[in-house]
């Protein structure tokens, strides 16, 4: 039990401090979201719906307001991280910090291949960017999933039904 107390907020940490960089930042954001956005756009030619709709939201919001976008995603962040750390509906804040995480990930997806010997410092970044959100989505999925010792809600439609049935038969 300690260590959920102690580990809840060391991993909110890292969403608290990529949400507070986005809300005080926001520019250098926006930025790296449209790269994302074109890189993503890159890899789905063959899907033309999904390319008209990136196509979409690269031309259709200026810099400010994607700006307010990534503060808005900061402060959604900020909040889920803070209610995980706290304990307040910790699987339900996992699960927003999860879902929160997948815009990240997908923005932060590494370039298909680089010309050999053209070593691309944006790229690692971009590279080390997306494996690092990448973990923290699979750490948020554990912490939505973790039951703190107590039955899910699957275990306990089951033992109701099991009860139910048990009265009746007697």
């Known amino acids: ?63 400010r307001q994607l700006g307010v976008v990534v503060q808005a995603h900061g402060a959604a962040t900020v909040a889920a991280a803070g209610a995980l750390a706290l304990g307040k509906a910790p699987r339900t804040a996992a699960l927003a910090l999860a879902a929160l995480t997948v815009p990240v990930v997908l923005t932060s997806l590494p370039a298909r291949r680089t010309p050999a010997g053209t070593p691309d410092e944006g790229e690692a970044d971009r590279r080390h960017k997306f494996w690092f959100s990448l973990t923290a989505l699979g750490g948020a999925l554990l912490a939505a999933g973790d039951l703190a010792g107590r039955p899910g809600m699957t275990w306990r439609i089951h033992a109701a039904r099991e009860a139910k049935a048990a009265a009746r038969e007697e």
């Open 1 to 63: 039990m300690l260590l959920r107390h102690i580990a809840r907020p060391l991993f909110a940490s890292w969403f608290v401090v990529e949400a507070v960089d986005g809300i005080r930042h926001p520019a250098a954001h926006a930025t790296a979201v449209r790269e994302g956005v074109a890189a993503l756009r890159g890899r789905t030619r063959r899907i033309p719906a999904l390319n008209d709709v990136l196509d979409t939201a690269l031309t259709s919001m200026g810099d």
